[in-house]
């Protein structure tokens, strides 16, 4: 999609943007979601982009306290405070971590933080992460225009929430933003009710997640896989529909390509082989296939950047030489402020975990690279891979410190905090750009909103557990992502060599695949029929329902571009963007139905 350009200022002129009506809006808001968010993430077992969440609580406060100067580059304040305080709130899933391998019957794990030393390492982590990530701006937002459909998504709400001023009803732009607004009113109530039927919403339950194969099996007897118990089918998601829409059919398509290798393809040769049992289940199959797709995946995003280092260097001298103007955040806090802060995390970590520093400063150096991977991959395909890329480093750490568990889970620890910070705020800072906002002032924002979301998540989470617990028979968290990392660690706690030869041999296969894949896109004449190793890499990793669904949406919004030009152009993205902001708006308000539900 084309639609990075800032927009003219023809009847919205942006006023100050860090006003104090917009900073105490945005204190509430991140508040907010750094307190809802945890109970989601460990509930549902996903975290949904919050930028469109934090934008209509940004708009109800705004319009309570500011009334007629609200406007929309100050509800961009809020609901950038918002999602940095949810992003470094969703670090819960280290915690969760912890807790299942204090439980392990496998290995030895002692570590358990205060709040008040959860609160100031998080603190530090998400802080370093935003810095890190705000030379990263220029680069993946002006200069390579990823479409980051989350950030599209919250530009338009932003914008229909504060609509043309200065014009009348009949001109032109009036008419345009009107119907914008109602059409993308119209996507997010479908979304929304979609999502509230849904079993996995577990409230009325009418409606199921998605469609599944139900007992098919594939391969031959005593070789097969159950394709539902790989999570083989679709599923009813309108806000998957909406990310194909704006990701285009060219990515979709390889993600779906992706997925029928990675949990169709791949499963039965693995059962074929005497690799993994006759009917092998979804974890099985992901701790073997999670290492060719993070091999494309991480060989493709580093070629792209070898091949347009330049591109690269120049987003870092341009931000130097604007570093003083009033729209840039400066350089020179930027450099000082990494400094700081990687000492402060490096000493923080020895002194509450007993890591030494020198692992942690490689954990930090480590995330730069996974940063850098991941944001092309989330602005490519709206779904950030970092969770994944993360397990990485546990791999890596367990030849670094054989049969070290510490290091091993606070290499996935570090490098995902620093890591994941930066995914949503590159979102806002996509919406931002659409709209015109200072990169200068969201910083700012984003810079506020991190300790907050630290603050929320050390005193709640303690709260939660104790509520609802998340080891043991009666656990009503599941945390999956947790699970996972935790249960990696395990495998790992004998050193690399309990991983599968046959998965690192195909790892390095698809890391030459990537850097191939990678370089055919960047020729113009074979752009249009090369593989896109970020889709076949995500496809591999990500679930398979999800990735059909997506797919769906590429090709609908593709025979929409084809057959109808005009209404596409100006209906597509607001369309897009209601049906992503629907079911997003619901994950949150869930969990806190059920919370009341269950107090009641």
Known sequence: ?????????????????????????????????????????????????????????????????????????????????????????????????????????????????????????????????????????????????????????????????????????????????????????????????????????????????????????????????????????????????????????????????????????????????????????????????????????????????????????????????????????????????IVILTAALCYLQELYFGLPIWMSLVAIVLSVPLMLVGLRALGETNWGPISSLSNLMQGLFAAIAPGNINANILGNATTGTIATTSEALMQDYKAGYIIGSSPRAMTIAQLIGAPIGAAALAWSYPVLVSTYGIVGENAQLAAPTARRAAGFAELLSGGPDKLPISALIAMAVAAVLGVIFALMEQNPNLKRIAPSPTGLGLGILLPFAALSTIFVGGVIGALWLALAPRSAKVYLVPLASGFIAGEALIAIAVPAILFLQEKL
Request: aromatic fraction near 10%; glycine fraction near 10%.
């Open 1 to 337: 999609m084309e639609n990075e350009r800032p927009e003219a200022a023809t009847t919205h002129v942006r006023g100050s943007e860090l006003t104090v009506q917009s900073v105490f809006a945005g204190v509430i808001v991140a508040a907010i979601m750094g307190l809802s968010y945890p109970y989601m993430v460990l509930k549902l077992g996903f975290g949904p982009n919050v930028s469109i969440v934090s934008a209509f609580f940004g708009f109800v406060i705004l319009r309570l306290i500011a009334r007629n100067s609200y406007d929309r580059w100050q509800n961009n304040i809020v609901q950038t405070a918002g999602t940095s305080a949810a992003q470094t709130a969703f670090m819960c899933i280290v915690l969760a971590a912890f807790d299942m391998l204090r439980e392990s019957k496998i290995v030895a794990f002692q570590l358990n933080p205060t709040p008040e030393q959860t609160f100031v390492w998080l603190t530090v982590a998400a802080l370093l992460g935003v810095l890190l990530a705000v030379p990263m701006r220029k680069h993946f937002i002006v200069d390579e225009k990823l479409p980051f459909p989350d950030g599209m998504a919250a530009a338009e709400t932003l914008k229909v929430l504060d609509p043309p001023r200065g014009t009348a009803k009949g001109d032109l732009e009036w008419d345009q933003a009107r119907r914008a607004a109602q059409v993308l009113g119209v996507g997010l109530v479908a979304s929304a009710l979609l999502m509230l039927f849904r079993e996995d919403a577990q409230l009325f339950k009418y409606i199921p997640e998605g469609w599944t194969p139900g007992d098919l099996t594939w391969g031959a007897t005593g070789a097969s896989v159950v394709l539902a118990a790989l999570g083989v089918g679709a599923s009813y998601s309108l806000l998957g529909i909406g990310s194909g829409f704006i990701i285009g059919l060219r990515v979709s398509t390889w993600l779906f390509i992706g997925g029928a290798i990675g949990w169709l393809l791949i499963p039965l040769q693995l059962v074929q082989n005497g690799i993994l049992p006759d009917h092998p289940t979804r974890t099985m199959v992901l701790y073997w296939v999670m290492w060719p797709g993070i091999g494309m995946v991480m060989a493709g995003g580093l070629t792209i950047l070898v091949v347009r280092w330049h591109l690269l260097m120049e987003a870092f001298r341009g931000l130097g030489a604007a570093g003083t103007s009033k729209d840039e955040f400066p350089l020179s806090l930027v450099i000082i402020g």
